[in-house]
């Protein structure tokens, strides 16, 4: 079977992302790109390097457009997709890649997004430990996806095993992001400007004011053992998150730290991302030792992950680099899409990067 696809956002990154990788999946055809201010104009106009998508015209974004397709996919920022997908609901698959039905609590959307909060959906992160199992389960069958934001699912991606077999304290997480500036979309802002970047590394969203913050809460709350007692889902879980915004135009390497539970042993420590990610695809723990690059994940679907044990400061150190738009948007993505349809879940996904 070929489903039919129509990708909304067509001329931003995620949006280019996403029909980069799905060109190359042998089981859909993308029949439809939307935009909004650059519609009626060619794709290949915005997306020059999709040659072989040439014979695409940017369309309207409208709920009449996007209908009628077997698989739609949205990349708006934020606050925009629920219009959409509420009037979608004949739609057999839908997949978010803005923030609008990734969290749980009204709550945190109201303080950290503001505007009409829509119900959560099926969590775009496959190999997330969730409660004794994965993510990828609740993945199966599924007809409404929210793809990760990229920083959190990074973070997440880092720490949720160490929580889940409670050999770290997540009352005490930090985390240090080197990000590139794709991550922010393609409208122009004068902070992004090369003359504004280039030569420099400039902290943003410092004090615990990153949208992302709830999602890994959220996240690391999922990871703990159905059993864990706690008043609320996310209580304990505290974390200072400080993103810093460097001269690449992809890339995260997230450096995150937590303080080790009271009697765990190095062996069990490492033993917890062993066993969570030792059968996984596109997430890969490095070997003793070694850390990863943004360069090593240059266009792959992948995460590459290298731990440490310091004693001295009694921390688990997890440094962990994603290409922001694969594997952080687009690829998880498309790879929750193939595990709804029940497709092989790499289809027209590489672990391989690009280099130099």
């Known amino acids: 079977m070929t489903y039919s696809v129509a990708v909304s956002g067509a001329s931003g990154y995620a949006g280019g992302e996403i029909l980069r990788i799905l060109a190359a999946h042998p089981d859909v055809e993308i029949r439809t790109v939307t935009a909004h201010s650059n519609a009626g104009q060619p794709l290949i106009q915005h997306q020059p390097h999709l040659r072989s998508l040439a014979h695409l015209t940017l369309a309207e974004t409208s709920p009449e457009v996007l209908a009628g397709h077997d698989i739609v996919f949205l990349a708006l920022p934020h606050g925009q997709s629920g219009q959409y997908t509420d009037a979608l609901g004949d739609t057999p698959l839908v997949i978010d890649a803005g923030a609008d039905h990734r969290l749980e609590s009204v709550a945190d959307w109201d303080r ?14 496959p190999e997330l430990p969730v409660a004794g ?30 929580v889940a077999a409670g050999v770290i304290d997540p009352s005490d997480i930090v985390s240090v992001l080197a990000v590139g500036p794709s991550g922010a979309g393609k409208s122009l802002k004068t902070n992004l400007l090369a003359a504004e970047i280039l030569g420099t590394a400039n902290p943003y969203a410092v004090g615990g004011s990153h ?19 706690r008043a609320t ?6 974390i200072s998150f400080t993103p810093v915004l460097v001269p690449m135009s992809r890339g995260i390497l997230a ?35 070694q850390f990863p690059r943004t360069a090593d994940v240059l266009g792959a679907n992948t995460a590459l992950m290298g731990l440490a044990i ?37 289809t027209a996904l590489s672990v391989n990067g690009v280099a130099p």
């Open 112 to 125: 950290f997004y503001g505007g009409d909060f829509h119900e959560p959906w099926a969590y775009g992160v």
């Open 133 to 162: 199992a994965k993510q990828r389960e609740r993945l199966v069958g599924a007809s409404r996806i929210a793809a990760p934001g990229c920083n959190a699912s990074t973070v997440s991606l880092s720490l949720a095993p160490g």
């Open 233 to 238: 889902a996310d209580e304990g879980i505290r």
């Open 255 to 289: 450096t995150s730290t937590a303080p080790i539970t009271p009697g765990a042993t190095d062996d069990e420590i490492r033993g917890a991302w062993e066993a969570a990610y030792g059968d996984e695809t596109f997430v890969q723990l490095l070997p003793a030792g």
């Open 310 to 346: 310091d004693r001295a400061a009694n921390r688990v150190i997890v440094v962990t680099a994603v290409d922001n738009l694969v594997k952080g948007t687009a690829g998880a993505a498309v790879q929750s899409m193939n595990i709804a349809l029940g497709l092989a879940e790499g």
């Open 211 to 229: 949208r992302h913050i709830p999602e890994i809460r959220q996240a690391l709350a999922a990871a703990r053992p159905s059993n864990a007692e």
